[in-house]
Each structure stands twice: as structure tokens, then as C-alpha cells.
């Protein structure tokens, strides 16, 4: 399943970023339980969505302004719609899974294209659930259903939260939260992009300014389609101080966008999935 690491992911996290976070610890002004100085304290009273935040379809950031101040609403294209299907399907799917109904069924979309990915996805994300379920239910024989399930599918998927404390959405929506490893997802439709890692960066501080504990470590998992073909990649990574303050200064920039309306003007690298194309035209 998207969310389970293998045997040399698992290694990886154990030997090598586990241990990274032990040497080169975060700084306690980076912690997320620290929202309330500098510099993770928001310097405008502004609430910004994490997508805004993170992403980068506009490398001027005038999406955002043309979000925020102008109140626009892009045009969905294809991949943005098989994006949203994409987080739905495993999200829906491990959620039937915690209900032990393995013989669930995803819903149709009425897109033939779409409907193929959609019970690729979802064939895996059961298949590895039931798997885990029945290798945990042999090892505890004397365990409750509910604890089998606890601890074979440890994920909060589409968990919400409120980031208002960071500057963020007062409804933020993490794709998964592993309790037992602790570890914080993102899921991607497409390739890798180094930039990715703001996504479980931003989930990260948001965790730790609500509930307090550390986390440290991230993964960004890629989906992609080939000839009817599943392919998934996952980067595990450490969130070290350069990644938040990496976020942090992103969060400032965009809000002083916001704040002060200003207009950055047109991208001349235009993302060819940005939904304000005919905008900025």
C-alpha cells in the first residue's frame, strides 16, 4: 500500500534518518509547539491553505494573489480532478479496510481513463491492507479485532486539523499520519519534486503545535500511470531545520503578497496544470 514501507525504506528510516535526527537535532525555535514566537509566530494575521503555502504551479506566487485578493476561482484541469480521485480512492479505500470490508468497491466515475486508475488503486491499497491485517491477526493470536487493526493499518488518513496557530487554514487536512512510526505523508499524482517536501513539513509543524510531540520524519509519496500499470515511489526524508525554515519563509512571503495586495505579475514559466492560464493570458 501506498502508506507501508518496505523492507529497504524501512532500513533507510532505521539506520540512517533515524539516526540523523538523533545527531543533528531541531532547534526548539523550529518546533511547531513554539507558534507563539519567532519565527515560526505568523507575522501577519493572515490564514493561509497549505497548498498556497507549498506549492509551486506559479513561481511568482500570483496565484495566491489572484486567490486571496481578487477572489478568483481557476478551471480544474484533468489532472488537478484525477489528483483529488487519487487522494480519494486510498483514503476511501483504507478507511473500508479499518471496517475489515475487503470486498468493498470503489465508485465510478464515469470517466473510462479515470475508473482504470481508480480500481488500480484501489485493488493495491485493499490488497495491502488485508495482507497486513492477516500476517498481524497470526502473529497476535490473542489480540482483539480492533487491536489487530490498530496496529496493522497505524494510519490517519485525511486527518483534520487546525494550523490557525502557524498561519495556516483553520481546517487542515494531512494525508497520512503513521502513529506507531511517526511518520507524516503526502501524496502525490506525478513526479518528484524537491519542493514536495513542504507539504509534510508544513503537516509537521502543525502536529507538533497541536499535540505537542516531535516529528521529524517525512514521506512524499509519487503515483503515476503507466499502460495500465501502478507505479509508486516514496522519498523519506528527515525534516530538519533548513526544510522549516524553508517553509516558514515561503508562509511569510506569500502572506506579505496577501496582506499588502500586491501583484507579482505574470510567471514567464508558465505550469502548464495552473488553473489561472486563461487569467493570466
Avoid at 518496505?6 to 528510516?13: D, S, T
Avoid at 495491502?128 to 482483539?144: D, G, I
Avoid at 486539523?161 to 494525508?175: E, F, K, P, Y
Amino acid at each position: 500500500m501506498v502508506y507501508y514501507l518496505n523492507e529497504m525504506e524501512q532500513k533507510f528510516l532505521t539506520f540512517t534518518l533515524r539516526q540523523k535526527a538523533r545527531i543533528n537535532p531541531i532547534p526548539e525555535e523550529l518546533r511547531g509547539w513554539n507558534w507563539h514566537s519567532p519565527p515560526l509566530k505568523p507575522y501577519y494575521e493572515l490564514k493561509l491553505p497549505m497548498y498556497l503555502i507549498c506549492s509551486s504551479y506559479c513561481s511568482t506566487a500570483r496565484d495566491c494573489y489572484l486567490i486571496v485578493v481578487k477572489k478568483l476561482r481557476g478551471e480544474e484541469n484533468f489532472w488537478i480532478k484525477l489528483g483529488k480521485v487519487v487522494h480519494e480512492t486510498v483514503a476511501n479505500a483504507i478507511r473500508e479496510a479499518r471496517k475489515l470490508n475487503f470486498n468493498a468497491t470503489p465508485k465510478k466515475n464515469g470517466n473510462e481513463h479515470i475508473d482504470k486508475v481508480v480500481e488500480l488503486l484501489w485493488d493495491y491499497t485493499i490488497s495491502a491492507c488485508k495482507s497486513a491485517y492477516l500476517k498481524a491477526k497470526a502473529e497476535q493470536p490473542y489480540a482483539s479485532d480492533d487491536d489487530v487493526i490498530l496496529t496493522s493499518m497505524p494510519f490517519l488518513v485525511e486527518h483534520r486539523m487546525d494550523g490557525s496557530m502557524l498561519g495556516c487554514s483553520g481546517i487542515i487536512s494531512v494525508d497520512c499520519y503513521d502513529y506507531l512510526r511517526n511518520i507524516v505523508f503526502d501524496l502525490k499524482l506525478g513526479e518528484y519534486y524537491e519542493r514536495s517536501k513542504l507539504y509534510t513539513t508544513g503537516y509537521a509543524l502543525v502536529l507538533e503545535s497541536i499535540y505537542e510531540i516531535p516529528v521529524d520524519i517525512g514521506c512524499v509519496v509519487n503515483v503515476n500511470f503507466y499502460e495500465n500499470r501502478l507505479s509508486i515511489t516514496k522519498t523519506i526524508h528527515y525534516i530538519d531545520a533548513n526544510l522549516r525554515s524553508w517553509w516558514i519563509e515561503e508562509r511569510d512571503r506569500k502572506a506579505e503578497i496577501i496582506y499588502r495586495e500586491i501583484d507579482p505579475g505574470k510567471a514567464g514559466d508558465c505550469n502548464p496544470s495552473c488553473m489561472f492560464k486563461a487569467v493570466c493570458l
